[in-house]
C-alpha cells in the first residue's frame, strides 16, 4: 500500500490515459446478478493468476453485492499483497448506485460510498471512480456528485474523476455540462454495451467527436457480450435472464447468429469478444490508455472483461495480447512478424463472419433499450437522501481529513498488456 503521511498539497498526477492500463478486469461477476453464490468463486486464483499475467486493473462496484468485499480481500491476501504493490494496479470503483431501482448522489453518500469503498478494498486510495448509471439522476445531481469526488480527490483519496452508464448520448451530454459547468473535463467516461458485434455507437464518429469537444481523456468500453445476449445459449438462458433489459425480438435477433458462427466452426463468445478487443483497441486508441508495447507508448482503446474463472482470464489475455501483436510495428523478428501476421489473418476472418451477422441483425443493428425506462421514479427517499449509517466509517475517516496519500505512478513497464 501507499505510505500515509502529511501533505498539504494532492499527489502529482499524469493524464489519466498514461497510468490505465489498457484491459481491466471487471468483478460485477463477482455477484448473485451471476452466480448463486459468489464466495464460492476462486477470486483469489483469479486476482493473483491476473496480477501474474500482466493485467493490473480492477473495477468493482458497492451495486455489484459483494464485489468490493471478495476483490479486496483477494488483494489483501498477504500471497497476493507480499508480491504486488499497491502501487502496482490500478484500482476503479463507483458511487451512487444504492440498489436496482435506489440512488444517492448526494454528497454525503458520495463521501461515504467512496470512505467504505476503501476500507473494503483495503486501500488508502482509489485510482479512478466513476458516479454509477448516471442516466438515472438529473443533471444537477451529477454535477454536485461529480464536484464531491474532486474534494475527495483533493483529499488525496481518489485519483481520477468519471462516470458511467449505458445510453451514449446521455454520457456525451453529462460530460458536455460537467466541463462547461466546472472549467475542468472528466478523466473518464464508461459505457457498456455499446461497441459489440450488435451495437457499435461507442465508436462512431459523433460519440467520439462530443467526447473530444467534452475533454474527455478515456472512453471505455465494457459488456462486450451484451451481458450475455451474445453467448451461444443467450441471454434467455443465462443468469440475467429474469431482469436483462433487452427486449425479446433483439434476443431472438442475437441467437440468430449462432449458426452463423457454428457455420465458420466458432462460437458466438469468442467471435463477440475478439471483435471487440480487436476493433476497440483501435477505433478507441484516441481516447485509450499508453501501451508499451506500442512505438513511443501509442494508445490502445480500454476495454473492461468480466471474469468468473482462471479459464476465462487465461484466454481472455490471450486473446487480447494477439490484438496488441497485431498493432505493433513490424520488425526483422521472425516469430514477431508471425505472431502479427496470424493477428491480422484472424482479425480479417472475424471480420469477415460479423458482417455477415450485421446482414441478420437488421434493424436491430444498433439498437440501443431505453435505460432507465420510461416512468421510471428513484426509490431513495428523498428523505433518506444524504443519511448514512452509523457504522463508524466517516468517524474513522475524519481524523485523516488532513492526511495525504503519496501515490507511486504507476510504472508502464510493469504492464504487460
Not at 342 to 362: A, F, H, N, P, Y
Request: some cysteine.
Amino acid at each position: 500500500m501507499g505510505s500515509l503521511v502529511p501533505d498539504p498539497s494532492p499527489p502529482p498526477r499524469r493524464p489519466l490515459h498514461e497510468s490505465i492500463p489498457p484491459l481491466i478486469l471487471g468483478t460485477a461477476t463477482f455477484n448473485t446478478q451471476y452466480v448463486p453464490d459468489p464466495f464460492d468463486l476462486p477470486a483469489l486464483s483469479i486476482v493473483s493468476r491476473a496480477l501474474d499475467l500482466g493485467v493490473r486493473a480492477f473495477d468493482t462496484s458497492p451495486y455489484y453485492g459483494p464485489s468490493e468485499l471478495i476483490l479486496g480481500d483477494a488483494l489483501a491476501h498477504p500471497s497476493v499483497a507480499g508480491r504486488h504493490a499497491r502501487a502496482s494496479y490500478f484500482l476503479v470503483t463507483k458511487a451512487g448506485r444504492v440498489a436496482g431501482d435506489e440512488f444517492d448522489y448526494s454528497p454525503a453518500w458520495v463521501r461515504y460510498s467512496v470512505l467504505r469503498s476503501l476500507e473494503r478494498l483495503h486501500t488508502p486510495y482509489l485510482d479512478l471512480v466513476y458516479m454509477h448509471d448516471v442516466e438515472f439522476v438529473s443533471p444537477p445531481e451529477v454535477l454536485a456528485a461529480v464536484r464531491e469526488l474532486r474534494r475527495l480527490r483533493a483529499e488525496g483519496l481518489v485519483r481520477y474523476v468519471g462516470i458511467s452508464g449505458y445510453p451514449v448520448d446521455k454520457l456525451c451530454a453529462l460530460a458536455e455540462l460537467v466541463r462547461r459547468e466546472t472549467a475542468e473535463p472528466l478523466d473518464a467516461v464508461l459505457s457498456y454495451g455499446h461497441y459489440t458485434i450488435q451495437n457499435t455507437t461507442l465508436g462512431g464518429a459523433e460519440a467520439v467527436a462530443r467526447f473530444e469537444a467534452a475533454g474527455v481523456d478515456v472512453v471505455l468500453n465494457a459488456s462486450m457480450l451484451g451481458m450475455g445476449l451474445l453467448t451461444t445459449r443467450g441471454a434467455d438462458a443465462g443468469p440475467m435472464a429474469t431482469w436483462h433489459p433487452s427486449p425479446e425480438g433483439l434476443r431472438k435477433a442475437c441467437q440468430d447468429l449462432v449458426p452463423i458462427a457454428a457455420a465458420a466452426d466458432e462460437k458466438l463468445e469468442v467471435v463477440a469478444i475478439r471483435w471487440a478487443l480487436d476493433n476497440w483497441s483501435r477505433v478507441g486508441a484516441s481516447k485509450g490508455g499508453c501501451s508499451r508495447r506500442l512505438p513511443s507508448g501509442g494508445r490502445v482503446g480500454v476495454s473492461v472483461m468480466g471474469i468468473s474463472s482462471v479459464a476465462e482470464l487465461e484466454e481472455t489475455c490471450r486473446v487480447f495480447n494477439s490484438v496488441v501483436e497485431g498493432l505493433e510495428a513490424e520488425t526483422a523478428d521472425a516469430e514477431q512478424t508471425r505472431r502479427r501476421r496470424w493477428s491480422l489473418d484472424r482479425r480479417q476472418k472475424i471480420q469477415g463472419l460479423v458482417e455477415k451477422m450485421w446482414t441478420v441483425l437488421g434493424e436491430w443493428k444498433d439498437y440501443s433499450w431505453n435505460s432507465p425506462d420510461p416512468g421510471f421514479v428513484n426509490a431513495r427517499k428523498p428523505a433518506d437522501i444524504g443519511v448514512t449509517p452509523d457504522d463508524g466509517i466517516l468517524a474513522k475517516h475524519a481524523a485523516k481529513s488532513q492526511v495525504r496519500v503519496r501515490v507511486e505512478e504507476l510504472p508502464a513497464e510493469d504492464l504487460a498488456v
